[in-house]
């Protein structure tokens, strides 16, 4: 086992793996209390989530969806709601699996923005983007983009009393393979802890279809790219990652760059630095 294992699990909070579907089932209502409580303690009404088409947000959702009903049910109040939006840059390759997110989710309201005009208004405002090589543009802009994300669920949020959720988990968050102050941004993150593999677990408990439990993960910011697989920008594979944080034995190469990328994205997971 590589040293620094157990200390980086333990600083992420890593669930241990789900002794059957009893287990799975103890974490989901644990996580639905969760968010419940996030709710009652800052008195908003409104959750608010971005639905991609990817297994982390339709996991995110069903749950959300989950609290929100179960809470209505339980009298505390008809005005808890799930709002979930789609938030295409222009068409997304991937729409009809956004669709069967949303169908399975079946939020109480969704909602759609589309971020292109946003995007490219911040960008072309800047006057930053035309030096660069067409990879480093569309690198960038694909970090812009996810910060418009994070822009219009904050202003719906504003808007209704919302929440906003993010879907961090335990493999994205020791790669640090998120946007800083963009999909990292958000005032909940109910995934926390979890491996790639729990997060499916999860999702197929709560009725997400096969198609979405086993969709190649894509942050799907490039547009030189559509669809570009999160391994390959991590340079290894969610399996080795969540072998890491189990504490199971794992190459030293892959263990190597776990850990640098871990080191090198702190700054990601913590406040901003101060005097
Ligand atoms: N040492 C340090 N101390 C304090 N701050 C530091 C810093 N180094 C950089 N920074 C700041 O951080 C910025 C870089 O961080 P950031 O802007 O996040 O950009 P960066 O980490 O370079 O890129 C984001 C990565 O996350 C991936 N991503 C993004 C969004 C969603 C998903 C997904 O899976 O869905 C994945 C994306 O594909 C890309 O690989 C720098 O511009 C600088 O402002
Ligand atoms: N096109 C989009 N529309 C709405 N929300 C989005 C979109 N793209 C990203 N998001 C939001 O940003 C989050 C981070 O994206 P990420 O790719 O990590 O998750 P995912 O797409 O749900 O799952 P996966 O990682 O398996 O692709 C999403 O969970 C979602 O909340
Ligand atoms: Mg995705």
Redesign the pocket.
């Given at each position: 086992m590589h040293s620094r294992q157990l200390e980086i699990a333990a600083a992420l909070k890593i669930c241990p793996p789900f002794d059957g579907k009893g287990a799975i089932q103890a974490e989901i209502d644990h996580r639905v209390r969760f968010i419940q409580q996030c709710l009652r303690d800052s008195g908003m009404k409104t959750l608010v989530l971005g639905i991609s088409g990817g297994i982390d947000s339709t996991t995110t959702g069903l749950l959300a969806q989950k609290a929100v009903e179960a809470m209505r049910a339980a009298g505390e109040g008809d005005d808890y709601r799930f709002l979930a939006v789609r938030l295409p840059y222009d068409v997304q390759h991937d729409e009809e699996e956004a669709q069967l997110a949303i169908d399975t989710i079946k939020p109480d309201e969704c909602h759609t923005v589309n971020i292109k005009a946003a995007v490219q208004a911040v960008a072309a405002a800047t006057g930053e983007l035309e030096g660069l090589t067409p990879a480093m543009r569309d690198f960038v802009l694909?970090?812009t983009k996810?910060r418009v994300r994070m822009v219009a669920q904050y202003t719906i949020a504003n808007a209704r009393q919302g929440l906003v959720i993010g879907t961090d988990h335990g493999a994205?968050a020791v790669m640090?393979?998120?946007?800083?102050f963009?999909?990292?941004a958000c005032d909940l993150t109910p995934l926390t802890g979890l491996v790639k593999d729990q997060v499916r677990q999860l999702g197929a408990a709560l009725g997400a279809p096969e198609s979405l439990v086993h969709k190649v993960?894509t942050?799907d910011?490039e547009e030189l790219h559509p669809g570009k697989p999160?391994e390959l920008?991590h340079g290894v594979t969610y399996r080795d990652i969540d072998a890491f944080l189990l504490g199971h034995e794992v190459d030293d190469e892959v263990a190597g760059i776990i850990v640098q990328t871990y080191d090198k994205?702190a700054?990601?997971r913590a406040l901003p630095?101060e005097p």
């Amino acid at each position: 086992m590589h040293s620094r294992q157990l200390e980086i699990a333990a600083a992420l909070k890593i669930c241990p793996p789900f002794d059957g579907k009893g287990a799975i089932q103890a974490e989901i209502d644990h996580r639905v209390r969760f968010i419940q409580q996030c709710l009652r303690d800052s008195g908003m009404k409104t959750l608010v989530l971005g639905i991609s088409g990817g297994i982390d947000s339709t996991t995110t959702g069903l749950l959300a969806q989950k609290a929100v009903e179960a809470m209505r049910a339980a009298g505390e109040g008809d005005d808890y709601r799930f709002l979930a939006v789609r938030l295409p840059y222009d068409v997304q390759h991937d729409e009809e699996e956004a669709q069967l997110a949303i169908d399975t989710i079946k939020p109480d309201e969704c909602h759609t923005v589309n971020i292109k005009a946003a995007v490219q208004a911040v960008a072309a405002a800047t006057g930053e983007l035309e030096g660069l090589t067409p990879a480093m543009r569309d690198f960038v802009l694909g970090n812009t983009k996810a910060r418009v994300r994070m822009v219009a669920q904050y202003t719906i949020a504003n808007a209704r009393q919302g929440l906003v959720i993010g879907t961090d988990h335990g493999a994205e968050a020791v790669m640090g393979f998120f946007t800083k102050f963009g999909d990292g941004a958000c005032d909940l993150t109910p995934l926390t802890g979890l491996v790639k593999d729990q997060v499916r677990q999860l999702g197929a408990a709560l009725g997400a279809p096969e198609s979405l439990v086993h969709k190649v993960p894509t942050a799907d910011l490039e547009e030189l790219h559509p669809g570009k697989p999160d391994e390959l920008a991590h340079g290894v594979t969610y399996r080795d990652i969540d072998a890491f944080l189990l504490g199971h034995e794992v190459d030293d190469e892959v263990a190597g760059i776990i850990v640098q990328t871990y080191d090198k994205t702190a700054h990601k997971r913590a406040l901003p630095r101060e005097p």
